[in-house]
Structure formats: C-alpha cells, structure tokens
C-alpha cells in the first residue's frame, strides 16, 4: 500500500511539472500581445459593427463566408490587442511618427 502511494505521488509530481512546462509559454504569450491605442481599438470595432451590419443585409454564400472570417478575425485582433488599450500620444508625437514613416 505504501509503494502504490509514493508510486501515486510521484506521478502526480510529474504531470504537475507537464502541466508547468505546457502553460508557462502559453501564459507569457498571452501577456506579451503589444495593445494598441485606444483610437486604433476603436477604429477595429468600429469596422466588427460594419462588418456585423452587412451580415444583417442580404448576401451571396461566397460573401458570408468571407465577412464571417473578417468578423472572427477582427473579433481575435481587438481580444489579443485591445484589452487595456494604451492613451493616444498627443498630436506632436503623432505628427513625428508619420514623418519616419517611409513614403509608398
């Protein structure tokens, strides 16, 4: 009785060090999403809210599988990046990053 407990326990150790090695990385990565402004996450929902008014209107097959994708996709973007979305960087910085963005 006394070796199937230790048997038992030692088992036990070993899926708790899986379950440690499984979650660790997925706990990181689910923290390190960089988040977005708070006018970017508005701008996302604000395309989800035309994208779910579309879908209330009449479609072709080929158009609701496609706005159901951008839907569920928008929906996993504004999850990962919008859950404390940071303040906007007052207008002079704006101005300052378009300016070191390359021109197309």
Same mark, same amino acid.
């Given at each position: 009785?006394? *070796?199937f407990e230790r048997v038992r326990g030692q088992w036990v150790d070993e899926m708790q060090r899986w379950l440690i090695l499984?979650?660790?990385?997925?706990a990181f990565a689910v923290t390190a999403a960089p988040q977005f402004s708070?006018?970017?996450c508005q701008k996302l929902?604000?395309?989800? *809210?035309e994208v779910r008014k579309q879908l209330r209107q009449p479609?072709?097959?080929e158009q609701g599988a496609a706005l159901r994708a951008k839907?569920?996709?928008l929906l996993r973007v504004l999850t990962l990046h919008c859950k404390?979305?940071?303040n906007d960087p007052p207008a002079l910085v704006k101005r300052y990053q378009q300016a070191l963005q390359p021109l197309p």
């Open positions: 009785m006394l *070796r499984i979650l660790t990385p997925v708070q006018s970017e929902n604000d395309e989800r *809210r479609y072709t097959k839907e569920k996709d404390q979305p940071v």
